[in-house]
């Protein structure tokens, strides 16, 4: 049997805040509802609020949808510097759980990265299995969260609308701003370029499943060609 990996997902809010906005503490079980239902069928265990800390798991192939999380938190919560973190691995105990703690490698990994996020300038953090990739990738959402904590109230107000599918023209009215005044706040927010770097990003996540497999697969098919030539002599 192939290892049964999972992308766990920490979302880690800044507690003292929360508390001290008490209108975005109440509105967060809904939000977290809101959360589960976006992006239920990339899920194999829902979102779950605890302190203040959010966590859920992903099916590993769903791995790169965690740009689309980090988008999705940014815009509908305005929390304030969120951090993020993801890892590829595996758990000790079933994930069909209600209130009983999930360990193993994988929670670890996620951790680790979690703290890295909070080093520096960094609010994002991903452990992946090949060096190479994790590497390349952190280094992509470093680039992908300077542009993305440059933006206003104003661009994120244009870039919801745009991500649900509205023409600028369309924002313009939705707004009560001009069509000219939508092309400057995206292009304030460089949000082409920021769509390249998601892209990027979620295209390399992509790969996380096959570079993990394959190894697996490769060793799996060397024993059985050494077993078959055994059996044969």
Not at 40 to 60: C, D, H
Not at 93 to 118: F, Q
Not at 183 to 205: D, F, G, V
Request: glycine share 4%; net charge positive; with cysteine.
């Amino acid at each position: 049997m192939p290892p049964t990996l999972y992308a766990g997902v920490k979302i880690q809010l800044k507690k003292a805040e929360l508390l001290s906005a008490a209108p975005q503490a109440t509105q967060l079980p809904g939000f977290i509802e809101d959360l589960n239902q976006a992006f239920g069928s990339s899920l194999v265990n829902p979102f779950r609020l605890k302190s203040a800390e959010i966590t859920g798991f992903l099916q590993i192939q769903d791995a790169w949808r965690f740009t689309e999380l980090i988008q999705y938190v940014d815009l509908e919560l305005y929390a304030a510097c969120p951090r993020y973190a993801l890892g590829i691995g595996t758990l000790t105990k079933n994930l069909n759980y209600e209130t009983a703690e999930v360990d193993g490698p994988l929670l670890r990994i996620v951790n680790r990265a979690l703290k890295a996020a909070s080093v520096g300038e960094r609010d994002v953090a991903v452990r992946l299995p090949s060096p190479f990739l994790t590497k390349m990738v952190n280094t992509l959402f470093y680039i992908e969260s300077n542009l993305r904590n440059n933006w206003s109230e104003a661009h994120r107000d244009a870039i919801k609308l745009v991500k649900r599918g509205l023409t600028q023209v369309e924002i313009a009215a939705s707004l009560g701003v001009t069509q000219a005044a939508i092309s400057q706040r995206l292009k304030h927010a460089r949000w082409e370029l920021y769509q390249e770097i998601t892209e990027t990003l979620q295209e390399l996540l992509t790969q996380v499943r096959w570079k993990t497999l394959l190894p697996w697969d490769i060793n799996k098919k060397r024993r059985r060609n050494r077993q078959q030539g055994q059996e044969s002599n």
